[in-house]
């Protein structure tokens, strides 16, 4: 099969974006700039839980904000670790594993001036996880509450002191807090107990304030000069994001100067950047491109022999040449690197006859196709090249009798349909999403969409897999402290999910940025979670 990167791509886009900051020459004497020309339509939620996916946390989250428990993102040669936040210690209970005491640390103010402590915290907690609390926010609760599966309850100790508690014992739990942010209960009052207000005026305790917001167009972060983490004190004093949804748009945008730096660039335009001095960043990320197969009763993804061979009916070796070496073949949920890999039987590769057959055998071909259709993104971060590898798959798969409709939406309406699960009547007819998946911790790469506990709406098991044997791998893991041992257990798990082909494997990203000759300081972190504060 033969099709070209300009063929998929298109080659059109704006020239001009709209909104873009222009500095009058007193500001542009008087402050450092940069201007972040994003991949998103909107600016993600400012009230505390970003929405619009993990990409999104770079920009109005850990930017704004602050976790309990921090990731570190100021290393790119590694991985990173589990780090203090606004919780400076975190331990379980050793008479009941599964309460976890977490002490806060001191003298952190939100940017409104009132003071962070354990009342805000649990004010917090009460915003995203009680409905018949007075402030309870149902946009913040549908980003993070599937993010949180394993909290049951939560409760001031001292100031200085909380007290969460887990379903049932789960070692794995500091990682579901990574994805929780802190926003200021005083200022909540102060715009009148309205987070629409607060969209506008938000307060967190993190390293930027937001200075300016127009919706579907720009966002403006100031430095936070009183930021309480001397190392992350912004180098600059204000970052411009503005909305570039379209890649080529986004790439012209660069070129001629409107923004500094860009995520994900128009494939076939990295050449005329590289000529015209740019710098092209990229860093091995945990994270699949996939499809995920729904195993309801009913969809043709319940047959093994199918989901093998839609896996083995893709070139991925053609694809990371479609996407310029910008990717790197995925062969699971996993790298091959990664500890919890283990050793699958099922080869995930490019074998088309083996597919036809197994189709064949299935009861399709190419004359009779399997008839089938996926939900998938128009674009966003982490699906921004989503488009010209759905066409370039969707091509592969009718050759050997798999025909796929695509029902593109945006970016967050596929995220309301991923955490709404197979089973939910809006999905009916479509029998796959293709959300792009963060697999950088146990939680996040295999205990989220594989154990039946998870089964959507209660997490992201969208597909309503359910397996006895896996279950129990998951639950040792998550009843172990043992490093070790929890990584022997997810990789006997990720070798049950490989040779059961539970997904759709096509590639791990390598998030790519493109800065502009005046940026320098940016730290790509292993992670999607990045780090403003690097840019100088």
């Not at 307060?203 to 000069?225: C, D, H, I, M, W």
């Not at 488009?387 to 995220?415: D, K, S, T």
Request: with cysteine.
């Amino acid at each position: 099969m033969s099709l070209s990167r300009r063929a998929l791509m298109g080659a059109s886009g704006l020239a001009v974006l709209p909104g873009i900051w222009a500095p009058t020459p007193a500001e542009a004497q008087a402050e450092r700039v940069i201007r972040y020309g994003i991949s998103m339509a909107d600016i993600p939620q400012t009230t505390g839980q970003p929405d619009r996916g993990a990409g999104a946390y770079q920009f109005t989250g850990h930017s704004i904000y602050d976790p309990l428990i921090a990731w570190e993102m100021d290393v790119a040669d590694r991985p990173g670790k589990l780090v203090p936040g606004l919780a400076t210690s975190w331990e379980t209970d050793p008479a009941d594993r599964k309460k976890w005491v977490l002490r806060l640390r001191t003298g952190v103010t939100f940017h409104d001036g009132s003071a962070f402590d354990a009342d805000a915290v649990i004010w917090n907690f009460e915003k995203v996880m009680n409905p018949q609390a007075p402030h309870f926010d149902q946009r913040q609760a549908a980003q993070v509450r599937p993010r949180l599966p394993s909290l049951a309850s939560w409760r001031k100790v001292d100031a200085t002191t909380v007290e969460l508690t887990t379903k049932s014992v789960d070692s794995l739990f500091p990682y579901q807090l990574l994805w929780f942010l802190v926003s200021s209960p005083a200022q909540y009052e102060k715009v009148g107990r309205s987070w629409e207000r607060f969209a506008m005026e938000p307060s967190g305790t993190g390293p930027f304030r937001l200075a300016r917001l127009v919706p579907r167009e720009r966002a403006e972060l100031v430095k936070n000069t009183a930021y309480w983490h001397p190392n992350r004190v912004p180098k600059v004093d204000r970052v411009v994001l503005v909305c570039a949804p379209d890649a080529v748009t986004r790439t012209n945008a660069l070129l001629s100067g409107q923004v500094d730096m860009i995520e994900t660039p128009a494939l076939d335009m990295v050449p005329q950047l590289q000529r015209a001095g740019m710098r092209l960043v990229e860093n091995v990320t945990p994270h699949v491109w996939n499809y995920h197969l729904s195993l309801l009763d009913g969809s043709p993804w319940r047959d093994l022999r199918l989901r093998r061979a839609a896996n083995l009916a893709i070139n991925r070796a053609d694809i990371v040449q479609l996407l310029n070496g910008l990717a790197k073949p995925a062969e699971g949920v996993v790298d091959r690197s990664s500890p919890w890999f283990g050793n699958p039987s099922f080869q995930v590769k490019y074998d088309p006859n083996e597919a036809r057959r197994l189709i064949r055998e299935a009861g399709f071909s190419p004359q009779n196709p399997l008839r089938t259709r996926f939900i998938v993104a128009t674009g966003g971060s982490g699906q921004m090249l989503s488009m010209p590898m759905n066409e370039y798959i969707q091509q592969a798969w009718r050759e050997v009798g798999i025909a796929v409709e695509f029902q593109p939406v945006e970016l967050e309406v596929l995220y309301t349909a991923w955490r709404n699960g197979a089973a939910h009547e809006s999905m009916r007819g479509i029998t796959a999403n293709n959300v792009a998946y963060v697999t950088s911790d146990p939680l996040y790469a295999l205990v989220r969409f594989f154990h039946s506990n998870q089964i959507a709406p209660t997490g992201v098991n969208w597909s309503h897999y359910r397996d006895a044997d896996t279950d129990a791998l998951i639950d040792q893991a998550m009843q172990s402290f043992d490093s070790a041992e929890q990584d022997r257990l997810m990789a006997r798990v990720h070798e049950r999910v490989v040779d059961q082909a539970l997904l759709v494997f096509v590639v791990h990203d390598t998030n790519p940025h493109v800065l502009g000759r005046n940026v320098r300081g940016y730290v790509q972190a292993q992670h999607w979670f990045q780090d403003l504060t690097t840019l100088s």
